[in-house]
Protein backbone atom coordinates (compact mmCIF):
# COMPACT_ATOMS: atom_id res chain seq x y z
CA UNK A 1 0.00 0.00 0.00
CA UNK A 2 1.32 3.48 -1.00
CA UNK A 3 -0.28 7.08 0.47
CA UNK A 4 -0.74 9.54 -2.68
CA UNK A 5 0.83 12.12 -0.79
CA UNK A 6 -0.38 14.56 -3.66
CA UNK A 7 -4.08 13.89 -3.43
CA UNK A 8 -2.81 14.01 1.02
CA UNK A 9 -1.70 18.04 0.27
CA UNK A 10 -4.55 18.54 -1.55
CA UNK A 11 -7.08 17.02 1.46
CA UNK A 12 -4.95 18.73 3.51
CA UNK A 13 -5.47 22.94 1.65
CA UNK A 14 -9.22 21.80 1.48
CA UNK A 15 -9.89 20.56 5.08
CA UNK A 16 -7.12 22.54 7.10
CA UNK A 17 -6.42 25.32 5.22
CA UNK A 18 -2.89 24.25 3.63
CA UNK A 19 -2.10 24.32 7.61
CA UNK A 20 0.76 21.87 8.89
CA UNK A 21 0.17 22.25 12.30
CA UNK A 22 -3.83 21.77 12.25
CA UNK A 23 -3.59 18.77 10.01
CA UNK A 24 -1.00 16.69 11.81
CA UNK A 25 -2.93 17.47 14.69
CA UNK A 26 -5.80 16.35 13.06
CA UNK A 27 -4.11 12.78 11.40
CA UNK A 28 -2.21 12.10 14.91
CA UNK A 29 1.34 12.44 13.49
CA UNK A 30 3.96 14.76 14.43
CA UNK A 31 3.89 17.90 11.89
CA UNK A 32 7.25 17.62 10.84
CA UNK A 33 6.57 14.43 10.24
CA UNK A 34 3.84 15.05 7.72
CA UNK A 35 6.09 18.01 6.80
CA UNK A 36 9.40 15.71 5.73
CA UNK A 37 6.49 13.30 4.00
CA UNK A 38 4.78 15.64 1.88
CA UNK A 39 7.77 17.70 0.44
CA UNK A 40 9.76 14.40 0.53
CA UNK A 41 7.99 11.60 0.60
CA UNK A 42 9.82 10.36 3.24
CA UNK A 43 8.58 9.04 5.89
CA UNK A 44 5.36 7.99 4.57
CA UNK A 45 5.27 4.51 6.22
CA UNK A 46 2.52 2.68 8.39
CA UNK A 47 2.15 5.41 10.51
CA UNK A 48 1.10 7.87 8.04
CA UNK A 49 -1.07 5.35 6.51
CA UNK A 50 -2.91 4.24 9.43
CA UNK A 51 -3.76 7.91 10.11
CA UNK A 52 -4.67 8.45 6.98
CA UNK A 53 -6.94 5.79 6.78
CA UNK A 54 -8.30 6.45 10.35
CA UNK A 55 -9.00 10.10 9.27
CA UNK A 56 -11.00 9.21 6.36
CA UNK A 57 -13.42 7.00 8.21
CA UNK A 58 -13.64 9.73 10.82
CA UNK A 59 -14.68 12.44 7.87
CA UNK A 60 -16.82 9.80 6.17
CA UNK A 61 -14.38 9.52 3.39
CA UNK A 62 -13.17 6.57 1.36
CA UNK A 63 -9.51 6.03 1.89
CA UNK A 64 -9.19 4.24 -1.62
CA UNK A 65 -9.19 7.65 -3.17
CA UNK A 66 -6.11 8.64 -0.88
CA UNK A 67 -4.24 5.12 -0.68
CA UNK A 68 -3.10 2.85 -3.64
CA UNK A 69 -3.06 -0.65 -2.90
Do not use: Q, W
Not at 12 to 28: D, H, S, V, W
Not at 35 to 42: A, D
Amino acid sequence: MEVNRHKIRDLMKTRCEGNYNRFARELGVDPSHLYRFLNTGVGGGKKILMSVMKYCKLNGLDFEDYISI
